[in-house]
């Protein structure tokens, strides 16, 4: 089974910086600076790639695991027998941020796209995750578009506590 991000907010965040980009190619085009230009506008635009990415991302669940995804670097596998309990996130969205990230004195890891429908699944043992530098982390909070679809697939093949 495969669940989506919510989208709408990450396309108008695109859009945005699409028209921001657009306005400073033109500018460096009408008034060229050189390599200095050339090399602001590279990073400009790959940054406009790694801001659409998770609009083009899915998280999976399969027999044996649960993929979660965000762009196209991050991807965590999740057996699902080490799944101890899962619900919906109930912290504050507010302090939510796009991105896949750890702070740091948390063992927990959030891959957030739209923080509204965020889940927050519990691990029986700690495992090491390269998505954040190999930190390791006790629970992970992520966000589908159906949170209810997604939570009662996962509690059925995991038998996974409610939190």
């Known amino acids: 089974m495969i669940y989506t991000y919510g989208r709408k907010d990450v396309i108008g965040r695109f859009l945005m910086y699409l028209i921001f980009a657009i306005t400073a190619s033109l500018f460096f085009l009408l008034y060229p600076s050189g390599p200095w230009g050339l090399l602001f506008l590279q990073v400009l635009y790959f940054y406009a790639f790694l801001l659409l990415t998770p609009a083009f991302t899915h998280h999976s669940l399969t027999k044996d695991w649960l993929i979660i995804r965000h762009g196209a670097g ?90």
Do not use: H
Request: hydrophobic residues 40%.
């Open 74 to 163: 991050a991807r965590i596998e999740l057996p699902l027998k080490s799944i101890e309990s899962c619900g919906p996130y109930t912290g504050s969205v507010k302090k939510l941020r796009t991105g896949v990230y750890s702070p740091w004195k948390q063992k927990r890891a959030y891959v957030i796209a739209e923080p509204k429908s965020a889940v927050i699944v519990e691990l029986a043992e700690p495992v090491k995750l390269p998505a954040v530098l190999w930190k390791e982390v006790d629970s992970i909070v992520f966000d589908v578009e159906q949170r209810d679809i997604f939570l009662k697939n996962l509690r059925t093949v995991t038998r996974c506590e409610e939190e």
